[in-house]
């Protein structure tokens, strides 16, 4: 397993302050192995359609959580085949409160992904693929909603597969006074699809149509939808 060099740590807690109730991880103790009773996380990185693709080199972490406090247990960069391993001993109370999290990224024009995860047993061997999006540009032009009559409606729901999930984008919904062009911009996941769920409502009669675009990692995509 690759890791990272340990910079010094002054203080065994670190405090993260914000609005609310301050929130104290422990990174005194990363990366310590474990050869009795251990848990296990197995992790692989991949990116692009279908998480076909192993993401080299990408920084993932593994820690545990409940409330305001929290343990870094693992700290790694991903192998040429997009793995990392960390093996460690939990603590009684992790198996008993709180979660571990993995944390990916890659950086570098990549989506920084968190999965949770509980687990209560402390020989357990947890297997998982963490999909890391990378990131692209999508402009929507919808066009030409002429409504005329009560109840017509226009409505676009955008996502993208995010591996073991789909990833839910943003949702455009207009059932009120026409228009002739609106544009929206926002980011998607590149070097995949885009899908589009599109609804149509004229008159009273419903249409819904599926469709979808692919988007290179780094480009813009123009997709036109008319009324």
């Given at each position: 397993m690759k890791t990272l060099p340990l910079l010094t740590i002054a203080a065994v807690l670190l405090l993260i302050t914000g609005c609310g109730t301050p929130y104290y991880r422990d990174d005194s103790a990363i990366n310590v192995g474990c050869t009795d009773n251990c848990m296990t996380f197995n992790v692989k990185i991949t990116t692009g359609e279908g998480s076909i693709t192993p993401l080299a080199n990408t920084l993932v972490e593994l820690e545990w959580s409940e409330s305001s406090v929290g343990r870094l247990i693992g700290r790694g960069v991903t192998a040429a085949d997009g793995t990392i391993s960390f093996s460690f001993k939990a603590k009684?109370?992790?198996?008993?409160?709180?979660?571990?999290?993995?944390?990916?990224?890659?950086?570098?024009?990549?989506?920084?992904?968190?999965?949770?995860?509980?687990?209560?047993?402390?020989?357990?061997?947890?297997?998982?693929?963490?999909?890391?999006?990378?990131?692209?540009?999508?402009?929507?032009?919808?066009?030409?909603?002429?409504?005329?009559?009560?109840?017509?409606?226009?409505?676009?729901?955008?996502y993208y597969n995010g591996g073991t999930y789909t990833r839910i984008g943003r949702s455009f919904t207009k059932n009120g006074g026409a228009f002739t062009q609106i544009e929206e911009i926002s980011t998607t996941a590149g070097n995949q699809y885009t899908y589009f769920d599109i609804k149509r409502i004229k008159n009273g009669i419903t249409t819904i149509t599926k469709d979808s675009a692919f988007v290179g990692r780094g480009q813009t995509k123009i997709y036109e939808i008319e009324y």
């Amino acid at each position: 397993m690759k890791t990272l060099p340990l910079l010094t740590i002054a203080a065994v807690l670190l405090l993260i302050t914000g609005c609310g109730t301050p929130y104290y991880r422990d990174d005194s103790a990363i990366n310590v192995g474990c050869t009795d009773n251990c848990m296990t996380f197995n992790v692989k990185i991949t990116t692009g359609e279908g998480s076909i693709t192993p993401l080299a080199n990408t920084l993932v972490e593994l820690e545990w959580s409940e409330s305001s406090v929290g343990r870094l247990i693992g700290r790694g960069v991903t192998a040429a085949d997009g793995t990392i391993s960390f093996s460690f001993k939990a603590k009684e109370e992790e198996l008993h409160s709180g979660s571990y999290y993995i944390t990916a990224q890659r950086g570098g024009g990549y989506i920084t992904q968190s999965r949770k995860f509980y687990v209560t047993n402390g020989s357990a061997i947890v297997n998982t693929e963490i999909h890391v999006p990378s990131i692209a540009t999508l402009k929507v032009v919808y066009k030409n909603f002429n409504p005329v009559a009560d109840g017509d409606y226009f409505s676009c729901n955008r996502y993208y597969n995010g591996g073991t999930y789909t990833r839910i984008g943003r949702s455009f919904t207009k059932n009120g006074g026409a228009f002739t062009q609106i544009e929206e911009i926002s980011t998607t996941a590149g070097n995949q699809y885009t899908y589009f769920d599109i609804k149509r409502i004229k008159n009273g009669i419903t249409t819904i149509t599926k469709d979808s675009a692919f988007v290179g990692r780094g480009q813009t995509k123009i997709y036109e939808i008319e009324y």
